[in-house]
């Protein structure tokens, strides 16, 4: 067996792939609500003889292969609440419910390549373990969750691949990056209180809204006066709102918005300076600002040795001139919650129709991808899998190249 095989056995499989990833997109399930699809999942891997357990409610974990050494794979199975709107035949059934991140291609991918490592279980130096988890798209996020459950211990995976779609990419071309990849994503949330009167007398109240302005136009400094410049970082006040009509100065202003950033470290410190900044902002007028950030994934860092592992697999399968380097994005994708754990390569799989130059994003309600990338994707899982174990030890020989 070798990855030119896996990428023929895949192509053989694809419309097997294909009808798997249009049932889930038929009926895609909202983060923690995957109840159905979990249930598909079982009922296909228990076809294919792979027992299956379940995790997190609706997460499945499957263990193919015997041995000493495992290695994870990971798909995210949950969908978004997006009304569909690509007139697709198969196009979601489930109203106001679309797979717009395309966790129905990582399922479907997870899903041939759980097949495929079955037909060669006996060839497998060790175990491969698959993960489909729940929730990626929703704060605390799955992955955290199947960790505290004990994902990855019994037996505990040594390296972990993931992949995602990408509509960046042409159809079939991954791209790779080590360390930082993806940012932390926070969501922040902001009430002044104030305390409302009547305009024209000013000095009766407390008017939230200039606290608001004030305090908009400060936290920026947080960003070009704290933050080191090497050290990417965003602060985005994405929503205000208070008051109603002309003459009323109101009592409250609710702000809301994002902080994103590839250091743990800096990010604590932004998120303590936000809440001290805001706070002293509205003491300084009488006012009072509640600042209640919602904590979510860390920074997704890849670890240099499974990225040129997985990288050259990569290589090895498609040839040097499909492969590329990834340019990090602001995204927050919680495969980082791994990655904190464990040596880490979460890669991305080019969707991009070969005949257009740019396509609807992730998230967006005409997202289409193209369904050729789905064999490539098996592929490359079931390869970076089986040559990890097959090397005694992966980290002595694929450092930094
Ligand atoms: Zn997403
Ligand atoms: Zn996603």
Not at 20 to 30: F, K, M, Q
Not at 70 to 91: H, N, Q, S, W, Y
Not at 324 to 350: H, L, N, R, T
Request: a negative charge; charged letters at 20%.
């Amino acid at each position: 067996m070798n990855n030119q095989t896996f990428l023929q056995e895949a192509q053989a499989l694809s419309d097997e792939i294909i009808s798997n990833r249009r049932h889930l997109h038929r009926n895609p399930e909202l983060s923690f609500y995957e109840y159905n699809t979990s249930a598909y999942i079982q009922n296909k891997l228990s076809e294919m003889g792979i027992t299956s357990t379940v995790m997190a409610t609706t997460g499945v974990i499957a263990e193919i292969g015997h041995g000493e050494r495992c290695v994870a794979l990971r798909a995210d199975i949950d969908a978004l609440p997006i009304e569909e709107e690509t007139g697709l035949e198969f196009a979601s059934l489930n109203k106001g419910v679309m797979h717009a991140c395309g966790h129905d291609a990582h399922t479907s991918m997870l899903l041939g390549a759980a097949k495929i490592l079955k037909n060669h279980e006996h060839e497998l130096s060790g175990i491969v373990k698959l993960i489909f988890q729940p929730g990626e798209e929703k704060v605390p996020g799955g992955a955290s969750i199947l960790i505290k459950e004990g994902v990855l211990t019994n037996p505990a995976p040594e390296v972990i691949f993931g992949q995602h779609v990408f509509p960046g990419n042409p159809v079939g071309e991954s791209s790779f990056v080590a360390g930082s990849m993806m940012a932390s994503a926070d969501e922040l949330y902001w009430t002044i209180r104030g305390k409302g009167c009547h305009a024209a007398q000013p000095h009766q109240g407390i008017d939230p809204i200039l606290v608001a302005a004030e305090l908009i136009m400060h936290l920026q400094s947080i960003i070009t006066k704290i933050r080191n410049p090497l050290a990417p970082g965003v602060l985005a006040i994405t929503s205000i709102h208070g008051g109603t009509v002309t003459n009323i100065v109101p009592d409250t202003v609710e702000l809301k918005g994002t902080l994103r950033s590839f250091d743990n470290e800096w990010r604590y410190l932004a998120l303590a300076e936000i809440k001290k900044r805001s706070e002293m902002i509205a003491e300084m007028h009488g006012a009072i600002c509640e600042f209640n950030p919602l904590i979510g994934y860390p920074p997704l860092v890849n670890n240099q040795v499974a990225v040129n592992f997985a990288r050259k697999t990569a290589e090895s399968i498609f040839g040097e001139e499909t492969v590329s380097d990834f340019e990090p994005k602001m995204w927050g994708e919680d495969f980082s919650f791994y990655a904190q754990e464990i040596p880490a390569c979460f890669w991305v799989m080019g969707v991009r129709p070969l005949e257009l130059d740019e396509m609807p994003g992730l998230h967006n309600a005409h997202f289409t991808p193209d369904e050729d990338a789905l064999a490539s994707g098996t592929a490359l899982l079931v390869s970076v899998a089986t040559e990890w174990l097959k090397n005694p030890n992966p980290f002595l020989d694929n450092g930094k190249s």
